[in-house]
């Protein structure tokens, strides 16, 4: 008990030496992280070159050949030839946090200025980082102020810049989406954890976007970048992202918590109403005849059909002597389900409509979009990603990024999470 005292004593004395209240203990933080099991990379932005220019690298496995030093550069300037050049001064330190360093992600008001840290292509492609294809998984893990926005923190996610809209009219490079794993800070729900995978790089289900995707159930707290130290040190989240490919599940995870999400109607919704049609259109090609709403063309591979084995709930809706609607939930799936009786007076399904998705986990039963050569392959960024909208993104405070080639457990990333306190 003398010995818990002393070592909180001398955590505050510390702290309040260099003027803030932290009580970190960022090389112990460290050590936690880099014991964890499966770690491909950590940046701590503590760490750098010792010569040099002297960029951010990060905690790799004992034995690794690259600790993937992190470049600056503004996208719009690579791909549309406009702005000024980003440079390490683009991005300040905060001098605290859970591994004693933080960059800041600014609302950048110049349009032709969207800074991001990156690895290029050409020093990643086939290194423990590049995690792709059939019986991978990924587990992404960063620990962020979030001051505002729902757009990526860290992965390998080039949206492309092949999408035609007003944004891509001045154009210089044009690339399609070279996607494969990523963690964001919402996306359609601000301040979750999200996780993003992609089987071919690409767009889902027939919509221009990529739509495999979860959401935590928690949602994290927008403060203000520039808060007091206090209130800075009391407000990091670790948000993280897991891809399970055993169980075919992507998860987002707020704080070491998953939480269930539905989301319920996804007719409606402007994303999801594409996942509706892809599980109609599954539906439809495995029952015989051919069914009012069925496209012929529709390709098989973007079907979304999540395994529906005995339901979980069942509700009837209403019934007679001859007819009974069904609401029944699944593990991924709510489906409204009508039932007649034939001429024999057996109950058959006649009918059925898709109510309600799980978005997290979210079903995914696919493997890592495999680009086949550093040509076809994005880069892994943080703080940005490169995409055709040009939008700000996210913005705050990132104090650490982990890479993991397999998906951490719930008590793991609880472990992960309690860094932040």
């Excluded at 996306?187 to 999200?194: E, M, R």
Aim: glycine share 10%; hydrophobic share 35%.
């Amino acid at each position: 008990m003398q010995r818990i005292i002393f070592v909180l004593i001398a955590a505050f004395t510390s702290a309040m030496s260099d003027g803030t209240l932290s009580a970190f203990d960022p090389p112990l933080n460290r050590d936690v992280v880099r014991s964890t099991p499966g770690l491909v990379a950590f940046w701590d932005f503590d760490l750098r070159e010792s010569s040099g220019n002297e960029r951010f690298i990060a905690h790799v496995p004992s034995g690794s050949s690259d600790n993937y030093p992190l470049d600056a550069a503004n996208y719009v300037r690579d791909y549309w030839g406009e702005g000024r050049q980003a440079t390490y001064a683009d991005f300040p330190l905060l001098n605290d946090g859970p591994f004693g360093q933080a960059i800041r992600i600014r609302e950048e008001s110049d349009p032709n200025f969207r800074p991001f840290l990156f690895i290029p292509r050409s020093r990643l492609h086939d290194t423990p980082l590049d995690i792709k294809g059939d019986g991978k998984s990924v587990t992404v893990v960063v620990w962020a102020i979030r001051e505002s926005g729902n757009h990526a923190l860290a992965g390998i996610w080039h949206e492309g810049t092949d999408l035609k809209q007003s944004s891509t009219a001045s154009i210089k490079k044009v690339e399609r989406g070279q996607r494969q794993y990523a963690l964001f800070a919402g996306l359609n729900k601000p301040g979750s954890a999200c996780g993003h995978v992609s089987e071919n790089g690409a767009s889902s289900f027939l919509n221009k976007y990529a739509l495999h995707k979860c959401n935590s159930l928690g949602q994290s707290p927008a403060v203000a970048a520039d808060s007091s130290p206090e209130k800075l040190a009391a407000s990091w989240q670790c948000f993280a992202m897991t891809f399970d490919n055993e169980n075919n599940e992507i998860t987002g995870w707020l704080n070491g918590i998953s939480g269930e999400r539905w989301l319920m109607n996804p007719k409606s919704n402007n994303l999801l109403s594409y996942a509706h049609n892809a599980y109609l259109q599954g539906h439809y090609a495995r029952t015989p005849g051919t069914q009012e709403g069925e496209d012929s063309d529709f390709p098989k591979a973007q079907y979304y059909n999540p395994p529906e084995g005995e339901a979980s709930e069942v509700e009837v809706l209403r019934e007679d002597e001859n007819q009974r609607v069904e609401r029944r939930r699944y593990r991924y799936t709510e489906v409204v389900v009508t039932l007649e009786k034939d001429g024999v007076g057996e109950w058959g399904e006649t009918g059925r409509d898709l109510v309600g998705l799980r978005l997290n986990p979210w079903w995914y039963p696919h493997g890592i979009y495999s680009p086949p050569d550093a040509e076809q392959g994005g880069p892994f960024t943080i703080g940005r990603v490169i995409h055709s909208s040009r939008s700000v993104g996210f913005t705050g405070w990132i104090g650490g990024v982990s890479v993991f080639d397999r998906a951490l457990s719930e008590a793991e990333l609880k472990t992960l999470a309690d860094l932040r306190n």
